[in-house]
């Protein structure tokens, strides 16, 4: 009788993140968005589109008042980081974001810690944004039942002025 051959198994090298070379860098995107009630970080790919890690504040401490603390935003940011480093992602663009629409505007206080957790942990850092497309000077159209009110804005003419003392006509 013949022998019969068997195939060996081959070794296969599995690895995480893309391949680079020397002293090239691996970039991600770090969505950070600040409330007044949590922080969340939530790293991406470039595009958007793939989600690598996201860990907020509250996962971080256990009393609910903490979950928006800097010290809760620099423990997520930690993890973050070296989650990142697993993953092979050496460094980030940040978008930062606070709640914003007819909230308010001002990232919360774990922005900063946040960011700067980031940075001491070893990651680059690339480009600092807005994470959200508002304009900066609040111009917007006005809402529907708006629209026929006109304010006077030439409070300073010399027909509305008498002695002095500005009289707003409607």
Same mark, same amino acid.
């Given at each position: ?16 993140g893309p391949t680079v070379r020397e002293g090239e860098h691996v ?48 423990? $997520?940011?930690?993890?973050? +980081? ?5 993953? @092979?992602?050496? %460094? #980030? ?57 006109? $304010?006077?804005?030439?409070? +300073? ?5 008498? @002695?002095?003392? %500005? #009289?707003?006509?409607?």
């Amino acid at each position: 009788m013949s022998k019969r051959r068997t195939r060996e198994p081959k070794e296969e090298n599995v690895t995480l993140g893309p391949t680079v070379r020397e002293g090239e860098h691996v970039f991600g995107v770090a969505h950070i968005f600040a409330s007044f009630n949590d922080t969340f970080i939530h790293v991406t790919d470039l595009s958007g589109r793939e989600t690598l890690v996201r860990i907020t504040g509250g996962m971080k401490v256990k009393a609910d008042r903490d979950e928006s603390s800097p010290y809760a935003a620099m423990l $997520a940011a930690q993890d973050v +980081s070296q989650r990142c480093k697993e993953l @092979g992602i050496t %460094a #980030l663009h940040i978008k930062l974001r606070a709640t914003g629409g007819n909230k308010t505007k001002t990232p919360g206080p774990g922005a900063q810690s946040a960011l700067r957790a980031l940075a001491r942990s070893g990651m680059k850092i690339g480009r600092i944004g807005k994470g959200c497309d508002t304009n900066s000077n609040r111009q917007h159209p006005q809402k529907g039942w708006q629209k026929g009110k006109k $304010a006077v804005s030439c409070l +300073s003419s010399e027909k509305f002025h008498f @002695g002095g003392a %500005a #009289l707003i006509a409607w």
